[in-house]
Antibody
Framework: QVQLVQSGAEVKKPGASVQVSCKAS????????INWVRQAPGQGLEWMGW????????GYAQNFQGRITMTRNTPLSTAYMELSGLRSEDTAVYFC?????????????WGQGTLVTVSS | DIQMTQSPSSLSASVGDRVTITCRAS??????FNWYQQKPGKAPKLLVYDASTLQSGVPSRFRAVESGTDFTLTISSLQPEDFATYYCQQTYTYPYTFGQGTKLEIK
């Protein structure tokens, strides 16, 4: 069965960087885009960007341009999301999500989420 | 960016009630539109994709309709497990955007 398993919770100081990993199993990793979505405490969902694991091509939401990097390790079937210049507003649960359908049109498979807390 | 506006933001209802949640897109998104259900502490769950297609395993009491830039999700007879927060999403163009959510609570 399709599974996306994310790395554990992180506590970071303002200005630091965080990297969250997302290990895929149960399908061919290269065949589906990986998206990242975050959710601040008590708030809604915010799409951050996408990555094509086959080509490494990425696309980022304007809100994160210059601070976000999505990469992958294909032999490990693992995607990574790094966010730099952390501020308190980046405290959130970060989800990796597989893009399904034509052009990654819907999100059927989600990771369990990784809580990133930014605090001095 | 395409804005997705959900209404209402919250809703109180009883088991057995029929409820409708609406989402309006700020411009055409075709049928590149999805609904998700999220329970506290859990990842969102895909309910509907392509504007009106129920994801496998979703009960038939859920129905989704598209009319231009207006989208509705109707639950015909609320069950206890349906009390959750519902989000709409457009995937017509980047950046993908979500509605602000509708919290469905037990009356």
């Amino acid at each position: 069965q399709v599974q996306l398993v994310q790395s554990g919770a992180e506590v970071k100081k303002p200005g630091a960087s965080v990297q969250v990993s997302c290990k895929a199993s149960g399908y061919t990793f290269n065949s589906y885009d990986i998206n990242w979505v975050r959710q601040a405490p008590g708030q809604g969902l915010e799409w951050m960007g996408w990555m094509n694991p086959n080509t490494g091509n990425t696309g980022y939401a304007q809100n994160f341009q210059g601070r976000i990097t999505m990469t992958r390790n294909t032999p490990l079937s693992t995607a990574y999301m790094e966010l730099s210049g952390l501020r308190s507003e980046d405290t959130a649960v970060y989800f990796c999500v597989r893009g399904d359908g034509y052009s990654s049109s819907w999100f059927a498979y989600w990771g369990q989420g990784t809580l990133v807390t930014v605090s001095s | 960016d395409i804005q997705m506006t959900q209404s209402p933001s919250s809703l109180s209802a009883s088991v057995g009630d029929r409820v409708t949640i609406t989402c309006r897109a700020s411009q055409s998104v075709g049928t590149y539109f999805n609904w998700y259900q999220q329970k506290p502490g859990k990842a969102p769950k895909l309910l509907v994709y392509d504007a009106s297609t129920l994801q496998s395993g979703v009960p038939s009491r859920f129905r989704a309709v598209e009319s231009g830039t207006d989208f509705t999700l109707t639950i015909s007879s609320l069950q206890p497990e349906d009390f959750a927060t519902y989000y709409c999403q457009q995937t017509y163009t980047y950046p993908y955007t979500f509605g602000q959510g509708t919290k469905l609570e037990i009356k």
